[in-house]
């Protein structure tokens, strides 16, 4: 399968790279400057120019799947989280309709089906998260929309707690799984039309994602 990753350059986007290379997909990994590119192509991936606000001309061109992964980042505000979060991940849905590529995994936050759920000081994102999130599931596009919990830098433990869509308590989990999870909802077509909740916990993640697929099914 190839694969073109939004947000491949840092933070879970970047992990999702290294697993969907390490299994032996192929990656089109969008940046936005020239210096990100040798990075990436040394790795093994395809770096493709595009800009969440700026042109995405070709960058969905060709390929089976997008998995979106990108974010403006916690101290960018309010604004840019409306740009890049929200209307940057409309664009990406409307240019993969109108390539015809069906097959789109969304990374999204935990608390994004209610607002009101989360921090006061996050709402802002957690509203642009839930109406993108809507906008997708409504788009017509093969999509799966995973919702982690709060993400941390530690090692991965391929062991996690699911909520189909949503959990009963908050949590944390390793970046490093929430890429897992996202290459193994893109390897599985009996998640599409799954949005669920994830952190930390003791199921095996192909378990995880049976109970995922029992539920949409």
């Known amino acids: 399968m190839d694969v073109l990753v939004i947000g491949s350059t840092r933070g879970t986007g970047n992990l999702v790279v290294h697993h969907l290379l390490e299994r032996g997909h192929g ?4 940046v936005r400057s020239r210096e990100q590119v040798s990075a990436l192509q040394q790795r093994g991936a395809t770096a493709v120019r595009g800009d969440l606000e700026g042109s995405l001309d070709g960058v969905v061109e060709g390929v089976d799947a997008v ?3 990108a974010g403006s980042g916690s101290s960018t505000g309010p604004d840019a989280t409306l740009r890049v979060d929200l209307h940057g991940a409309v664009r990406v849905m409307d240019a993969c309709a109108a390539a015809g590529v069906q ?3 969304m990374l999204s936050s935990i608390a994004a089906d209610d607002p009101m759920r989360g921090p006061a000081a996050i709402r802002h994102y957690l509203a642009a998260m839930h109406a993108r999130d809507r906008i997708l599931a ?6 799966t929309i ?3 919990g709060g993400l941390t830098h530690g090692p991965g433990t391929g062991r996690v707690q699911v909520g ?4 009963a308590e908050r949590g944390s989990i390793p970046r490093e799984d929430v890429a897992a999870v996202l290459v193994g909802c893109l390897e599985r077509d009996d998640t599409i039309g799954a949005t669920f909740e994830v ?4 199921t ?3 378990d995880a994602l049976d109970a995922v697929a029992d539920r949409v099914s």
């Open 199 to 202: 952190i930390g916990g003791d």
């Open 27 to 30: 990656v089109r990994a969008m």
């Open 164 to 167: 189909v869509p949503t959990l």
């Open 204 to 206: 095996p993640i192909a």
């Open 67 to 69: 998995a979106f992964c």
């Open 146 to 148: 995973v919702r982690p």
């Open 138 to 143: 409504t788009s017509g596009l093969s999509a």
């Open 103 to 105: 097959r789109f995994v």
